[in-house]
Nanobody, 120 residues
Framework: QVQLVESGGGLVQAGGSLRLSCAAS????????MRWYRQAPGKERELVAA???????NYSNFVKGRFTISRDNANNMLYLQMNSLKPENTAVYYC??????????????WGQGTQVTVSS
């Protein structure tokens, strides 16, 4: 049982920056993998970036070096630093966590989403 609470979204001008945060809470053994997804109106949800517990990262091509995913294992936090934002980055951004449950097995959880709007 994991709850993911996101913050940091908002309205920003093109070229600006935002840092999204995702706080994980609840009862679990360990969070193994965390991801950021995005979904624009009329579009499918797509992966933005992923990070393992050991901090191995993977980025989607559309990030183009402008975003950085990171995590703080001690505080069960996930971050997405977004720089040089463009209007096409406008979307709802979702936090996702893959966990090892207390009783074993894998759990998969989603945050509520946070709106990022980039104006031009």
């Amino acid at each position: 049982q994991v709850q993911l609470v996101e913050s940091g979204g908002g309205l920003v001008q093109a070229g600006g920056s935002l840092r999204l945060s995702c706080a994980a809470s609840g009862r679990f053994f360990r969070i193994e993998l965390m991801r950021w997804y995005r979904q624009a109106p009329g579009k499918e949800r797509e992966l933005v970036a992923a990070i393992t517990r050991s901090a191995f990262t993977n980025y989607s091509n559309f990030v183009k070096g402008r975003f950085t995913i990171s995590r703080d294992n001690a505080n069960n936090m996930l971050y997405l630093q977004m720089n040089s934002l463009k209007p096409e980055n406008t979307a709802v951004y979702y936090c996702n966590a893959e966990t090892i449950r207390l009783g074993g097995g894998v759990g998969d959880y989603w945050g509520q989403g946070t709106q990022v709007t980039v104006s031009s």
